[in-house]
């Protein structure tokens, strides 16, 4: 089939509501373009709509260009993970073309793939060319789109010239023609005569004869002027030496500056020169990356700073200004590298006050993860100022923000939060900080105490939405002590007030084009979705951040929440996708917790419980190493409860799922209590787990987490045979978007649940045991547990052993989108 072919068939669906991607991919010169203008008149006589795009090489670091392109909408409308779907949705019948897609940027190449991998939704066909051999043709954001595709169509490369002809007859040509050739090539797209003249050092006679001479050869076009076609400029650079390429390079950059090319356009071929230029680089290398800052482009911003160090002194005053400018750039895309490059800068200058300014830039999750000898340097100048004692209120701040970093770092580290808890006290200081400075470091407190549950979270939740109150929702929060009021508050049950200010914090970022900043606010509203018990959404954003991350990695703060909602949702693919990722950064204590816990669910969806159990008692015993007690953000014992009740161990189950009762109501906090009383209900036989149940019903009525409530009504309903209850459970799982409980609440069987000695007998049976083994351990005759296995399938709608897993999680937890785990409740296979 022909790409033109392919293109035909794919229109001819999408006229049916069904779209797709074509992928046109050859060697340079196979005519890709070709086909691609071929498909857009094809279109244009179907009446189908058509737009166009094309990748450039100079500008794949200005995010969403190639969007951009094609929707001719504002940024804002755009820079969003769905807006070109939207677009696309809104469009109707439409052709989308993509020309040279390796060259485009990568917030636009993942806006593809993940419009591209709903097409078969909307009439929208989507071609995109691929040049083969080119180093980003393989890049993995190139090769995503490419696996949506329904046609992939090799083209074949046409006869060419042979390029050692064209580079035989370049040489060929005399030195004045050669001049006025090499200087067009260094300039590239920039076409002014006067320019080419003053590099080539040609008069205007001598470079209008060059010019008039290459177009009778049909290499150039002099009415621009500019070369036909790449080939003839990669032949003319072939020709040119090593020496003069670089001579010419350094003299171009200079005279684009001084003619008052834009400084992005400078800074750009500054990048390409290894050696000083001179003080007037770094004023355009400064100037060019907040340009890109401005633009969404931190990256960007990021090299050219980088590149500016190289005109600055190893050592300085001048130096280490520039170092914390690129520690503003980097902190949102490589925050290690913003941490050492801080650290550097602090260590050149001498003056307390100085050095006190660069601590205080330090985020506080880079702080965790970097080396100690930089966390023994903020802890000396933190010390040093509580010597001197600074009496003038700049100072005084400076050593609040540096007071909270500080404290953050240890509260995080090992045995770091008993000597944290040991300054709180038994109860929150009643006296509010009147500072953006005072209250960072009140943030910090109460995130020490909600992880080692110090305070109740009636208290920490109070004054936090205090804090939230006074502070502004500016994007760069993230970066700040703030932050951790995010956590705080979804582990106090208390997110109503925050989902709004996230809410308005996510404009401010789309408005200011603060696309690092996107993520890290994404990553909390996810969090906060997850404490509404709005799983299908949370995880759904939640894969969508991990499928787009950076060149740098995510924040451990964002793997910290993408492995909660892989926790609780237990989604295959996203713990399949973050265990090797937390593998790699077990060094960091939260990360370390993470990666144990999901082993352990990993372990209990390959039905190997025992594995799952030690993962689990592993991450148990590593949170008492640290400390931290919170069973809302390490709710372990719960899933470990579930797994020794299912190998039979009843009395361990029961006491691990009394001990998370007893730490909820520690805590305090409604979810926690609800979710808690549920489990221990669920584990209770008797009138004894029916009042534990009804008890977590009229806890959870009072709580954000609005899943888990349905999840007790349910439990509730099912049990004693009222219909209220599973109505009302199917109405609030409708209100929590999880339209497949929906499904099965309805098709439930009121008060036909399972008894207590029937779930025991189904767990187990679960487990592997055979009749006999679960007859040992329940100290019954195998008739008996016969019997309940009958009247358990009987119940549950199933044939026999080979239902039960589908059956059990479906009346457990919602059902996720993806595949999921069956025996831990969460889904059916």
Not at 338 to 356: D, G, I, K
Not at 404 to 409: F, I, L, N, W
Not at 449 to 474: C, H, K, N, Y
């Amino acid at each position: 089939m022909t790409g033109l072919e392919a293109v035909a068939t794919a229109l001819r669906l999408a006229r049916s509501g069904t779209g797709s991607l074509v992928v046109l991919r050859g060697p340079l010169g196979c005519g890709r373009s070709a086909v691609l203008k071929d498909a857009k008149r094809l279109a244009e006589s179907q009446d189908v709509r058509v737009m166009r795009a094309t990748g450039a090489r100079r500008e794949r670091d200005f995010p969403f260009g190639v969007v951009h392109q094609l929707t001719g909408g504002e940024p804002s409308g755009t820079a969003r993970p769905d807006g070109l779907h939207d677009v696309l949705v809104a469009a109707g019948l439409a052709l989308i073309t993509v020309d040279d897609l390796q060259d485009a940027d990568e917030e636009s190449l993942r806006a593809l793939a993940r419009s591209a991998h709903r097409l078969d939704r909307i009439p929208v066909v989507m071609v995109v060319c691929v040049r083969d051999g080119d180093v980003w043709s393989s890049s993995p954001l190139v090769e995503q789109v490419i696996r949506q595709a329904a046609h992939v169509v090799a083209l074949q490369r046409p006869l060419l010239v042979e390029s050692s002809r064209l580079v035989a007859c370049l040489r060929a040509q005399p030195p004045p023609v050669r001049s006025v050739l090499d200087a067009m090539a260094i300039l590239g797209d920039d076409t002014d005569v006067e320019l080419i003249m003053s590099l080539a050092g040609a008069d205007e006679v001598g470079c209008t004869a060059a010019l008039r001479a290459m177009d009778r050869l049909g290499l150039v076009d002099r009415s621009v002027p500019r070369f036909v076609h790449r080939l003839v400029r990669e032949a003319v650079e072939e020709t040119m030496a090593p020496a003069d390429r670089v001579r010419l390079e350094t003299r171009a950059v200079r005279l684009l500056h001084d003619a008052g090319r834009p400084a992005g356009v400078v800074a750009g071929r500054l990048l390409d020169i290894t050696f000083p230029q001179g003080p007037w680089a770094v004023e355009v290398l400064r100037t060019a990356a907040a340009s890109a800052m401005e633009h969404g482009a931190p990256l960007v911003a990021v090299e050219y700073l980088r590149r500016a160090l190289l005109e600055r002194p190893q050592t300085g005053w001048r130096r280490a200004a520039l170092l914390v400018e690129l520690a503003a750039a980097e902190r949102g895309v490589d925050r290690a590298a913003a941490a050492v490059h801080l650290s550097v800068a602090a260590r050149m200058v001498t003056a307390t006050r100085e050095r006190a300014a660069i601590a205080a830039r330090f985020v506080p999750g880079a702080l965790v993860e970097a080396p100690p000898a930089v966390r023994e340097l903020v802890q000396g100048i933190e010390d040093e100022l509580r010597v001197t004692r600074p009496h003038d209120d700049v100072l005084g701040d400076l050593a609040l923000r540096i007071e909270a970093r500080s404290h953050h770092a240890e509260c995080m580290a090992p045995d770091g939060v008993v000597r944290c808890v040991d300054r709180l006290g038994e109860r929150p200081d009643e006296t509010f900080p009147t500072t953006s400075a005072g209250r960072e470091l009140l943030s910090v407190r109460l995130h020490c105490a909600t992880i080692a549950t110090t305070w109740r979270a009636g208290d920490v939740a109070a004054i936090s939405q205090r804090l939230l109150a006074q502070a502004p929702p500016q994007p760069d929060h993230v970066h700040t002590p703030i932050a951790t009021l995010v956590t705080t508050l979804c582990a106090a049950d208390s997110v109503d007030a925050l989902s709004i200010w996230l809410h308005s914090a996510m404009e401010r970022s789309l408005a200011a084009n603060a696309v690092a900043e996107q993520v890290l606010i994404e990553a909390e509203q996810v969090l906060v979705l997850l404490h509404r018990g709005r799983f299908a959404a949370a995880r759904s954003i939640a894969a969508s951040i991990l499928a787009t991350a950076g060149p740098h990695g995510l924040a451990s703060e964002v793997l910290v929440t993408l492995a909660s909602v892989a926790w609780e949702t237990r989604d295959d693919h996203l713990v399949s996708r973050l265990v090797p990722l937390l593998k790699e950064q077990t060094h960091i204590p939260a990360l370390s917790v993470a990666h144990q816990m999901l082993c352990g669910a990993a372990g209990v969806a390959a039905m190997d419980l025992h594995t799952g159990l030690a993962h689990l008692r592993d991450a148990g015993s590593r949170l008492r190493d640290l400390g931290w007690r919170n069973p809302v953000l390490y709710p372990w014992r719960s899933e470990a409860a579930r797994i020794l009740w299912r190998l039979g161990d009843v009395a361990a189950a029961l006491e691990l799922a009394e001990e998370q009762h007893a730490l909820a109501v520690e805590w305090g906090s409604a979810a926690g209590v609800g979710k808690a009383l549920c489990h221990l209900g669920s584990m209770t036989e008797g009138d004894a787990g029916v009042a534990m149940l009804r008890q977590a019903v009229s806890v959870l009525d009072d709580s954000a987490n609005r899943f888990e409530l349905a999840r007790a009504l349910w439990r509730v309903g099912t049990r004693t045979g009222d219909r209220h209850c599973v109505e009302r459970a199917s109405a609030v799982a409708v209100e929590c978007g999880e339209s497949p409980l929906v499904a099965r609440v309805e098709q439930g069987d009121g008060g036909r649940d399972l008894t207590g000695a029937q779930q025991r007998v189904v767990e187990l049976a679960l487990a592997g045991r055979s009749n006999q083994e679960i007859a040992d351990l329940m100290q019954v005759g195998v008739r008996v547990v016969e019997k309940h296995l009958t009247n358990a399938y009987r119940k549950l709608g199933v044939q026999g052993r080979g239902g039960l897993p589908a059956a059990l999680s479906a009346i457990e937890t919602p059902p996720p989108v993806r595949t999921v785990f069956v025996d831990v409740s969460y889904g059916n296979k």
